[in-house]
């Protein structure tokens, strides 16, 4: 199991995500890190293990209300090394070569079809779910024939609630998409639940607020093999 950290941006700040509600969301005070910079949570991050990969939510761009783009630069200058997965809505805005963009299906409209099998560039598919079911164009669900090949099971109302990730989502498109590399997000607790993703077949996961709360962390594996490619229970 590969854990990928999660950092999302409003307003040049690292913000703590709860359950999708983002007018609620506040800046990032934990446990972890008591700074809202990002740099100094992603420092945070690379000091609790050697992280290949990171996940960037910039909330702004989604909202269509601005970008971090500034701020997304200053991370990769920072911390070149690292893999950026960047969610910024769609069309992804300030794309770089070295981002790989997440496209969120909450940010699709139904004329999806018309751009997005045309990406030129390798990209992430994020099928966001919330309480009330999908977000995005139901038509996008019914093609799986252009999803890419990394699949990210988006579950926003599980995102901050310690609920644990949403089970019955995710054994539904593991059956029916078994074919896919498909990635969990939303609410993962601790060691248990990573375990039990594992079991199911799922290597990859997103995760944030296990980190900065202390409940999933590498000590906890001292018995078990830590890789620099990830978190591995």
Wanted: hydrophobic residues 35%.
């Amino acid at each position: 199991m590969e854990l990928i950290p999660v950092i999302d941006l409003l307003q040049g700040q690292a913000v703590f995500a709860h359950q999708g509600l983002r007018k609620h969301y506040r800046p990032l005070c934990s446990p972890l890190c008591p700074s809202s910079d990002p740099l100094e949570v992603i420092a945070a991050y690379l000091k609790l293990h050697p992280f290949r990969t990171l996940y960037i939510a910039d909330i702004d761009a989604i909202e269509k209300k601005g970008d971090n783009g500034i701020i997304i630069n200053r991370i990769r200058q920072r911390f070149p090394d690292l893999i950026l997965w960047i969610d910024c809505g769609w069309p992804p805005v300030n794309n770089q070569p070295w981002q790989i963009p997440v496209i969120g299906s909450e940010s699709l409209s139904e004329d999806w079809r018309r751009n997005l099998p045309g990406l030129d560039t390798s990209w992430i598919l994020s099928l966001d779910f919330d309480a009330h079911g999908f977000r995005g164009p139901k038509s996008l669900l019914e093609r799986s024939d252009v999803w890419p090949q990394e699949v990210i099971l988006m579950c926003l109302n599980r995102v901050g609630s310690g609920h644990g990730p949403d089970w019955h989502h995710l054994n539904h498109y593991l059956r029916h998409h078994p074919e896919k590399d498909w990635i969990a997000s939303g609410g993962i607790r601790h060691q248990q639940d990573l375990h039990d993703l594992e079991n199911m077949g799922i290597r990859r996961a997103l995760s944030a607020s296990a980190l900065h709360q202390g409940t999933v962390t590498p000590e906890t594996n001292k018995s078990r093999h830590l890789k620099g490619s990830g978190f591995h229970p």
